[in-house]
């Protein structure tokens, strides 16, 4: 191939290939964009007062917690109310088997009267003796023996007395009632049981009003304070509420 030919062609192809790349908008420098300025905000802080409100999980309890405890030992014959029943002051909450303290009652008012009857008949044989004791009709040792028993049997009727009034009080133990308006929590023993002072409470009688909600302790966020365990407060503030300084932005316009 001739030289002066191959050299001619080459340069026709480079200056075809020169046209194209001026015509097509690939080969053209990319124009550079001027950045945007950036928009400036900013805010300044003001101090107000703003609540912290807290609510936590607890229960309510009575202020006032009454025990049923039996003062006598007996078998437990009712129980008068239904668990957790709302129940009045003075009203029958269990009923003890009382035959027994009946009985009791019977025999020491018995025993009384015997005593009084016994001492009744030494006083009226205290009037007859004394004048014939002065006159030396009996012997002043029989008057005297006479009346040492008076004194004898007037102590036995103060011990009678004492006896029946005791019998009394144990009959009257067999009914237990609430001690204040309340709640009645669930009986601790059945029908039938033989309960006693030792056997412990039959059930425990709670207040309504007033009564407390018993909440945990709150970690008050930010002071770092702490307090007891458990803290008693009324049941309408069941949430701690308290007030901390602190800083609300607020926003404003960009400087001009």
């Known amino acids: 191939m001739d030289l002066t030919r191959l050299t001619g062609s080459i340069s026709v192809f480079a200056a075809f290939l020169s046209l194209t790349c001026l015509l097509l908008p690939g080969c053209k420098k990319a124009?550079?964009?001027?950045?945007?300025?950036?928009?400036l905000t900013y805010e300044h802080p003001v101090a107000m007062d703003i609540p912290v409100k807290g609510s936590w999980v607890?229960?309510?309890?009575g202020v006032d917690n009454a025990s049923i405890v039996p003062q006598v030992t007996g078998y437990l014959q009712t129980q008068n109310?239904?668990?957790?029943?709302?129940?009045?002051?003075?009203?029958?909450?269990?009923?003890?088997d009382?035959?027994?303290?009946?009985?009791?009652?019977?025999k020491a008012q018995?025993?009384?009267?015997q005593s009084q009857a016994q001492l009744q008949q030494l006083n009226y044989d205290l009037q007859i003796y004394k004048p014939l004791a002065a006159e030396n009709a009996i012997s002043k040792q029989k008057y005297e023996d006479t009346r040492l028993s008076a004194i004898a049997a007037e102590a036995q009727v103060r011990e009678g007395t004492a006896a029946?009034?005791?019998?009394?009080?144990?009959?009257?133990?067999?009914?237990?009632?609430?001690?204040?308006?309340?709640?009645?929590?669930?009986?601790?023993?059945?029908?039938?049981?033989l309960v006693s002072p030792e056997s412990g409470a039959l059930a425990i009688v709670s207040s309504?009003?007033?009564?407390?909600?018993?909440?945990?302790?709150?970690?008050?966020?930010?002071?770092?304070?702490?307090?007891?365990?458990?803290?008693?407060?009324?049941?309408?503030?069941?949430?701690?509420?308290?007030?901390?300084?602190?800083?609300?932005?607020?926003?404003?316009?960009?400087?001009?």
Not at 110 to 113: F, G, V
Not at 212 to 241: D, V
């Open 31 to 39: 124009e550079r964009q001027a950045p945007e300025m950036p928009t």
């Open 58 to 61: 607890g229960h309510l309890d």
């Open 81 to 96: 109310y239904s668990n957790g029943a709302v129940v009045k002051k003075g009203e029958v909450l269990f009923r003890i």
């Open 98 to 106: 009382d035959t027994v303290f009946k009985d009791q009652v019977t």
């Open 110 to 113: 018995a025993t009384l009267e």
């Open 164 to 193: 029946l009034e005791l019998a009394k009080k144990n009959l009257s133990y067999t009914i237990l009632y609430a001690p204040f308006d309340g709640i009645a929590g669930i009986s601790k023993t059945n029908i039938g049981d």
């Open 208 to 256: 309504v009003d007033p009564s407390a909600s018993i909440l945990p302790s709150p970690s008050r966020n930010g002071f770092n304070r702490r307090e007891k365990t458990g803290m008693k407060a009324s049941a309408r503030t069941a949430s701690w509420t308290s007030r901390s300084r602190t800083a609300a932005p607020t926003r404003n316009k960009p400087p001009s």
